[in-house]
């Protein structure tokens, strides 16, 4: 039961309920209701609905949202409205590229006012943007944000501060890699240290390898110094065809017999030792089909 009245500090770790709209249209972007995102049209069958726990001030919502969340009160419902500068940033006009129709041709693409396209820069990184014009052989992209210089509305209810700290570290969790098995999860938590082993999990390590990376930002943010993961990160990336030479050698590795000295072994064990270019842009088009999902 939440005492009325308390109030959300930063870095406290709580759970929220909210829905994003934009405030010019009354389009909705965002949910954890599971109804609304389906009376919506954007119900994702892969998502997981429900209430969300977030540490405030440490960027897991939008940075208008996250800064009006300090000071709220648990327990209640709020309407926030989100400047675009701190909600979706402003429309920056630079955003907006020429193309010849070529280009596009070229890789099979033909192109028409708003068609979703990708296009991979010199330097290899991807923008995603939408069609705004075709004419006299010229195509124009904005890459703007498609809610940028809009004003967003956030419907919110704090439903909970989180005090236990083992807790906070399960909310987190929670939050990183939501489909984990907490069942196989053991966590210590000390004054400035905090353990997590993951126990047999059937999740993608890939995923896993993420979610600690991101959990041990989330973990420094709270005030924690040192941070532990079993299996590491680097245990996690690790290939396969490497862990079975690790174990058999395991398996090889002498054993003591009664009376023998491990020290008189471990001499005889020998270790071996360890041991830009520019291209031209590619546009890609983008939709359902073939569209790359960023993590």
């Known amino acids: 039961m939440e005492v009325m009245g308390m109030k959300v500090a930063k870095k406290d770790v709580i759970k929220l309920h909210y829905t994003g709209k934009i405030k010019e249209t009354g389009e909705i972007f965002d949910t954890t209701y599971d109804d609304v995102a389906k009376e919506a049209g954007i119900y994702n069958e892969k998502g997981i609905y429900g209430p969300v726990p977030i540490a405030v001030g440490a960027g897991h919502v939008i940075k208008g949202l996250d800064e009006t969340l300090e000071g709220l009160e648990v327990g209640k419902k709020y309407t926030i409205e989100i400047p675009p500068e701190k909600a979706f940033g402003k429309r920056d006009p630079k955003l907006i590229k020429t193309f010849t129709i070529g280009q596009f041709r070229r890789q099979g693409i033909y192109p028409f006012p708003g068609l979703d396209v990708e296009i991979e820069t010199d330097s290899g990184k991807k923008l995603k943007g939408r069609v705004m014009s075709v004419s006299s052989g010229r195509v124009r992209v904005d890459f703007n944000h498609p809610f940028a210089g809009k004003t967003a509305v956030y419907e919110v209810e704090i439903l909970e501060k989180i005090e236990d700290p083992i807790e906070k570290v399960k909310a987190l969790i929670e939050l990183r890699i939501p489909r984990i098995d907490f069942e ?21 390590p890939r995923n896993l390898v993420l979610g600690e990376i991101l959990l041990e930002s989330d973990l420094k943010f709270l005030g924690y110094e040192k ?69």
Not at 261 to 287: M, Q, R
């Open 184 to 204: 196989k999860v053991e966590i210590e938590v000390g004054e400035e240290d905090v353990k997590v082993e993951f126990k047999d999990q059937t999740i993608d």
């Open 227 to 295: 941070i532990e993961f079993k299996p590491t990160v680097e245990e996690l990336l690790k290939p396969p065809e490497a862990k079975v030479e690790e174990d058999e050698e395991k398996a090889e590795e002498p054993k003591p017999e009664e009376g023998e000295k491990v020290e008189e072994i471990a001499e005889e064990v020998i270790s071996e030792p360890e041991e830009n270019k520019e291209t031209e842009n590619s546009i890609e088009k983008t939709g359902e089909d073939n569209e790359e999902k960023e993590e």
